[in-house]
């Protein structure tokens, strides 16, 4: 998280809600392409264990609407 909160440093995305192994972030339209692969490889290079991580992402409307990606 504290590799996550320096990367998102640099954008206007936010860290909104951690719960568990799960991350909300707000983050603008013109930053997705950006930060999806920047949280990903972060998150999955967190710590080194004998089997992999592996981060699935969705992303959704904040405003409660329909789903975008998945």
Same mark, same amino acid.
Do not use: C, F
């Given at each position: 998280? *504290? /590799?996550?909160?320096?990367?998102? +440093?640099?954008?206007? +995305?936010? %860290? $909104? $809600?951690?719960?568990? !192994?799960? $991350?909300? %972030?707000?983050? &603008? &339209? =013109?930053?997705?392409?950006?930060?999806? &692969? $920047?949280? /990903?490889?972060?998150?999955?290079?967190?710590?080194?264990?004998?089997? &992999?991580?592996? *981060?699935?992402?969705?992303?959704? /409307? %904040? !405003?409660?609407? =329909?789903?975008? =990606?998945?």
């Amino acid at each position: 998280m *504290v /590799k996550l909160h320096a990367t998102l +440093a640099e954008y206007r +995305a936010q %860290l $909104l $809600l951690q719960v568990h !192994d799960e $991350l909300i %972030l707000e983050v &603008p &339209p =013109e930053e997705v392409e950006a930060i999806v &692969p $920047l949280v /990903k490889s972060t998150m999955e290079s967190a710590v080194t264990l004998s089997v &992999p991580l592996v *981060v699935e992402r969705s992303r959704g /409307k %904040l !405003d409660g609407g =329909e789903v975008v =990606e998945n």
